[in-house]
Each structure stands twice: as structure tokens, then as C-alpha cells.
């Protein structure tokens, strides 16, 4: 008895090897028909996914956008900004190792089909700047390991399903920009992992629920452009600038500036409208669609698989051979070419691991691992010494996706050595991305690293924050990503005629403008927070952008340090002709403290007359003539102690001696008095 199950046992194992090949061949079967579906679903006109071919394999490297695993199985579709114009097939639930899909910035229409809850391993889920239209399916609840949804600017309508609050891995939900109705669920305030809440651009009622307050990690919740009403929870207001709020008349609230008080009865307000929710707030996981929580039965019948023995045996010998090296060839082939992967291919995508990697850190973008040298497309990076933090080294593929690859639609400027686009990153957040030509950049790797160790410790409400940059060996470019401001650059709001559509700043507005400028130029100038004291060389109104409150912020601060000493120069064009440059630098040649005083001085003026040019103003002999210095389009609503006092301010900067300029600790002191 013992001999023969000896005897059986190699067969068994033999069998047992077989019965895996041909299981992960059936699965592999079906994962191809379902990218098939998805070729003729997605791009009907074959125009895009033509290397798609259904007789070759998925993992063998030649599907655009396709990645997987080490046995073979589809783990990732990247897609995004294909020009895509079809629907989104109920197919490709077939994908069920899927763990990315990314299809935003395309033409995709029709509904998100329920099936797509089929997808239990998915993390991140990525349909954003569609044209879908429909509802948002409450199946997408059943999806325990999303961490990432995005379905803004769309044509989404209905209510958003309370049952999203069962999401407890969620960190990013976005769904901005559609035709969504109804109430802000109080179950999405269960979702503990949540960082960013995006419903602003919808016609959602109702008040905002007191648990979202309470979410531990929430940096971002924006309910702009809604018809909110009620009271603000005071939890908010630890988020600072990450509440925005704006266009919602009916909201109150007794810790926001901009909102007005609460009344007793608005204490209390009631959404008008029931939230789609119970009465307690939660959802019962009976509400949730048995069809959206697949499961699969196993037999617990051991004899079942001696059953196969006899009708296998026959076939083992010839089959398993021919198989298994098919399969070898296979995996080998998907080795080969995963190594040949370029991480700045606008067709290649990252892997679920870099994904993973990405969500652990800080960074919104994709972080990657470097070597020695500043290339990142050689594969080396930002120093390998510890120079700059792993936090601001940036994947190039993500830059590209932000932009939709540097359209044209998004070019926010360009001048000769760079170009500023706008971009949205993978949660959601808006960026401007400013890219420096390589033969623009400091051409020693020491200086460059030095420069950007420099604006990597900038950090201050006043200045534009860097969130990180990538450099491209391939593209010959280095990236540099920025907060981007809502409400544009100062120069916008001055020389505003009358009739035009331009805002005209009122006088505490420019006020508070002035005092914000004059706090980060005197950061700068300190060597507070660990950082060198830094001359910003380049003050002006085109320099200064303002974010949704109208608040100050200097653009690129320390950019000089980047650039090469030519560049450097050839920027300093536009700023003589506009008077911003300091009368010593003609004999002198160098920026000092007292430059970047002066060009304030010019600033201050420009803000308080309301013009570009500024230069020929005589301070002294117009202080006395108020009405006639101060903006017209003021209407003569100004505080005059306020404008006497910006004007002396005015004429101190701008002093033709640089020693008889005030330092701008001096100026901030002066202007908090």
C-alpha cells in the first residue's frame, strides 16, 4: 500500500503542476478577451489601441499601457490622455487582478457600468475629464482596497451614494465639476484614511456634516460653487487654506472670516432636503447590492481532486511538456522587456509597486528611486548623498499626465528658457508646472544641487510653494512643480479701464497685499527656519500671485540659482523697462537686500495707483495730493492715515541711496504698527 502511493505520489505532483498551468492559462484566456472587449469598447475607430493584438500576449510588453505581475496577470491599464472617444465596457470586470486603471483626460461617454465593482483589488480608479454621464454607481462601495477616486469634470447626476462611507482605505475621493444633487453624505465622515474631499462645482444642498470635521488625516475639503447652507462646523478651520467654501450663500459660521454669523435659527439649520442616508448616519451592509460583492465557493471535498487522475493521466505526458515551456518562454519574455522599460516613455506606466510607494509618502506624484548625478532619466536623480529630500523627487510620466502632456490648452506662459503649464495631480490638487530648458540650468550638478537644496527649505505663507521637481535627460527640460494661484498674477489688476470685466481690488484688499509682500521678501532676507538669507533678484507685479483669498504669494523665489548667469541676465531686460531695478545696479552689477527693497518700493506704488508704470511718479510731490495719487477706480473709498503711511513707506524703498533704504524687518514693523 505504501509503495504505491509512492508510486502515485510524483503523478499527483505531475497532475497538481498541470492543473495550475492550465488554470493560469484559462485566466490569462479570459484576461485577453477582456482587453479585446476594451479595445473595441474604448477606441471603436482603432486609433489609437492598434498594438492590442489579440493574438499575442498582454504581458509580453507589446499592449500599450498594459502592466503585470510575475505570473502573468494584468495589474495595471494607464490610458490617460489617448484621445479616447468610446464607453467604458461592463467587460472589464474581467480584469480581476487590476490594481490601477487610468483612463482620465480622454473622450470616454456613457455610464460608469456597475461592474467595474468586479474589480476587488483596484486602489486606484482614475476617470476623471471624461464625458461620463449617469449616475455613480453604489456598487463602487464594495471595492474594500480603493484608495484613490476620481470622477470630477464630468456630466455625473444624482446624489452622491452614502454608501461611498464603507470605503474605509479611501484617501482621495474628487468628484468636482459635475451635475451632482442632493446632500453631502455624514457617512463619508467615517472615512478615517480620507486626505482629500473634492465636491466643489456641483449643485449639492443642505448643510456640511459635523463628522467630515472629524476625519483624522482631511487636509483638503472643497465645497466651492454649491448651494450649501447652514452652519460650518468649527472643526474646519484647522485645515487653514485647505477649506475652500466660496459661492455657497447660505453658509455661516463663528471661526471664518469670510463667512457671516450664525443666527440662532441658522445654529440649528436642517438640510431642507432629507439626506440620502438614515437617520443614524450609517449604512447597513445589506444596502450595498449583493451583485457588487462577488464571492466564490470552495469545495472542501479532498477526493475531488483525485477524481481528475484517471481522465488527466492520459494527457499529462504529451500536454505538460508543451505547456510549461510555453509558459517559461512567456514569463521569460515578459522579463526581457520589463527591463528595457523607459521611465520617461510617455507609453510606459508605473508598476503597482512604485504605486504603492507613492501613496505611503508625502509627495502626490509618483516618487522614484535615484542614483548618483541629476539626470532622472538616465537613472539617476537628485543626489544620492541626501542633497535634497525623496519628497520632491518626481516621476516625469505623472508631469506628463498633469499637463496632458504639456498641451498647449494648459501653457499659462512662456518666455525664453521656460514655459508654465497647468496641471492636476493625482489627487486632484492644481499645480503649475514650470519647465526649464537643460541648456538654461546651471551647468555644474554642485550649483544646480545647491539651488534647488535652497528653494527645497522655502516655506512660508507668502511664497509659492515648490512641491517638488524632475528633470529629463530625454526631454533635455527639469521640471519644477508649484502651487498654483486661482486668482492669477497683481499685474492683472492694475491699468483696469472702466467698462472692463477686470476686478478692481478694493483698498483693505491692497492693503493686506502690500503687508503679505513685504512678510515674505523680509523671510527671504532672514535666516530663519534652517535657510541661507536669499536675495529674490526679480520683485515685480508679474512676479506676485494672489491664491483664492486674494492673499499675496512671490513667485519662484531663488529661481537665479537654478539658472545659468546669462539667463540670468537676459531676465533683468523686463524688469528695467519697468523700473524695478535698483539705480546701483547700473554701476555695481550685483543684487543686494536693497535691491529687492527698492523693487518693493516700486510694488507699493503700483498697488496703491493702480498702474503698471510707475517710474516717473515723483512720491515726495504727489503725498501731498492724495486724491490725485490713489486709484480712481477706488471712488475714493480709501483710509487716508493708511495711504499716508504706504507712501512714506513708498518713498523710503525707493530711495536713489541704497544705504538710506530700510530693511524690510524694519518695513514689516512699520506697516503692523
Known amino acids: 500500500m505504501a509503495a504505491a502511493a509512492r508510486e502515485l505520489s510524483p503523478l499527483l505532483l505531475l497532475l497538481l503542476l498541470l492543473a495550475t498551468v492550465l488554470a493560469a492559462s484559462a485566466r490569462n ?3 485577453a478577451r477582456t482587453l479585446a472587449a476594451l479595445r473595441a469598447a474604448l477606441d471603436p475607430a482603432g486609433r489609437v489601441l492598434g498594438s492590442w493584438d489579440p493574438a499575442a500576449d498582454p504581458c509580453g510588453g507589446s499592449f500599450v499601457g498594459v502592466t503585470c505581475d510575475g505570473t502573468g496577470r494584468v495589474t495595471g491599464v494607464s490610458l490617460q490622455g489617448r484621445g479616447l472617444s468610446g464607453t467604458l465596457p461592463p467587460a472589464v470586470a474581467g480584469l480581476r487582478r487590476l490594481r490601477g486603471l487610468y483612463l482620465h483626460y480622454n473622450g470616454i461617454k456613457g455610464p460608469i457600468p456597475r461592474e467595474i465593482a468586479g474589480l476587488s483589488e483596484l486602489a486606484d480608479l482614475y476617470l476623471d475629464v471624461n464625458h461620463l454621464s449617469g449616475p455613480v454607481p453604489v456598487e463602487i462601495a464594495a471595492m474594500g482596497n480603493l484608495q484613490v477616486l476620481q470622477l470630477g469634470y464630468n456630466q455625473l447626476t444624482g446624489s452622491i451614494p452614502p454608501q461611498l ?9 474628487a468628484l468636482q465639476s459635475n451635475q451632482l444633487t442632493g446632500a453631502i453624505p455624514a457617512t463619508l465622515g467615517s472615512l478615517s484614511q480620507l486626505t482629500r474631499l473634492d465636491l466643489s462645482f456641483n449643485s449639492l444642498f443642505g448643510s456640511i456634516p459635523s463628522k467630515i470635521a472629524d476625519i483624522p488625516f482631511l487636509e483638503v475639503l472643497d465645497v466651492r460653487n454649491n448651494t450649501l447652507s447652514g452652519s460650518v462646523p468649527a472643526g474646519l478651520k484647522r485645515l487653514n487654506g485647505g477649506f475652500q467654501f466660496v459661492n455657497n450663500k447660505g453658509l455661516c459660521g463663528t471661526e471664518f472670516s469670510l463667512l457671516d454669523l450664525c443666527t440662532s435659527s441658522e445654529d440649528g439649520l436642517k438640510p431642507s432636503k432629507p439626506e440620502p442616508f438614515g437617520p443614524d448616519g450609517t449604512v447597513k451592509t445589506g444596502q450595498v447590492p449583493q451583485s457588487a460583492n462577488p464571492n466564490t465557493t470552495k469545495s472542501s471535498k479532498a477526493s475531488a481532486g483525485v477524481l481528475i487522475v484517471g481522465v488527466v493521466a492520459v494527457v499529462a505526458g504529451a500536454a505538460f511538456c508543451g505547456i510549461f515551456a510555453f509558459s517559461y518562454y512567456r514569463r521569460h519574455k515578459q ?9 520617461d516613455s510617455r507609453l510606459s506606466t508605473d508598476n503597482y509597486q512604485q504605486k504603492e510607494v507613492c501613496r505611503r509618502s508625502a509627495s502626490p506624484l509618483i516618487s522614484v528611486e535615484y542614483s548618483n548625478g541629476w539626470d532622472t532619466m538616465s537613472g539617476g536623480g537628485c543626489g544620492s548623498s541626501g542633497e535634497v529630500g525623496d519628497s ?3 516621476n516625469l510620466e505623472e508631469v506628463e499626465c498633469a499637463t496632458q502632456y504639456f498641451s498647449e490648452v494648459n501653457l499659462l506662459g512662456k518666455s525664453g528658457f521656460a514655459a508654465t503649464y497647468k496641471g492636476m495631480l493625482r489627487d486632484g490638487s492644481i499645480v503649475a508646472v514650470k519647465s526649464l530648458n537643460k541648456t538654461s540650468c546651471k551647468q555644474e ?33 527639469c521640471f519644477l512643480v508649484y502651487d498654483f494661484m486661482v486668482s492669477g498674477c497683481l499685474s492683472q489688476y ?3 479701464k472702466d467698462g472692463s470685466d477686470a476686478t478692481v481690488l478694493d483698498w483693505p484688499t491692497r492693503v493686506s497685499i502690500i503687508r503679505g509682500i513685504a512678510k515674505g521678501v523680509e523671510y527671504l532676507h532672514s535666516k530663519k527656519s534652517n535657510k541661507p538669507s536669499l536675495v529674490h533678484q526679480n520683485i515685480s507685479a508679474e512676479k506676485i500671485l494672489l491664491d483664492h483669498h486674494f492673499a499675496p504669494r512671490l513667485s519662484v523665489p531663488g529661481l537665479h540659482k537654478l539658472l545659468a548667469d546669462d539667463v540670468v541676465f537676459s531676465t533683468l531686460k523686463a524688469s528695467a523697462a519697468m523700473g524695478y531695478l535698483a539705480p546701483e545696479y547700473a554701476n ?4 543686494t537686500e536693497k535691491s529687492d527693497v527698492f523693487a518693493f518700493g516700486i510694488v507699493v506704488l503700483q498697488v496703491i495707483t493702480g498702474r503698471r508704470s510707475v517710474s516717473q511718479l515723483k512720491v515726495g510731490t504727489a503725498a501731498s495730493d492724495l486724491d490725485g495719487l490713489i486709484d480712481p477706480n477706488l471712488g475714493g473709498v480709501f483710509s487716508r492715515t493708511e495711504a499716508a503711511k504706504l507712501i512714506a513707506v513708498a518713498a523710503l524703498c525707493t530711495n536713489e541711496a541704497a544705504s538710506q533704504r530700510p530693511a524690510m524687518e524694519a518695513v514689516v514693523q512699520q506697516l503692523s504698527g
Not at 537644496?453 to 524632475?470: D, I, S
Open 588 to 591: 555695481t552689477g550685483r543684487f
Open 494 to 496: 492694475l491699468d483696469v
Open 29 to 31: 484566456e479570459e484576461e
Open 335 to 343: 522579463k526581457i522587456g520589463s527591463s528595457l522599460e523607459v521611465s
Open 165 to 173: 462611507g464603507n470605503l474605509n482605505k479611501l484617501a482621495v475621493l
Open 392 to 394: 520632491f523627487r518626481f
Open 445 to 477: 550638478e554642485s550649483d544646480f544641487l545647491r539651488g534647488l537644496k535652497t528653494l527645497t527649505k522655502l516655506r512660508h505663507e507668502n511664497l509659492v510653494g515648490l512641491r517638488g521637481f524632475c528633470c529629463s535627460r530625454g526631454r533635455g527640460e
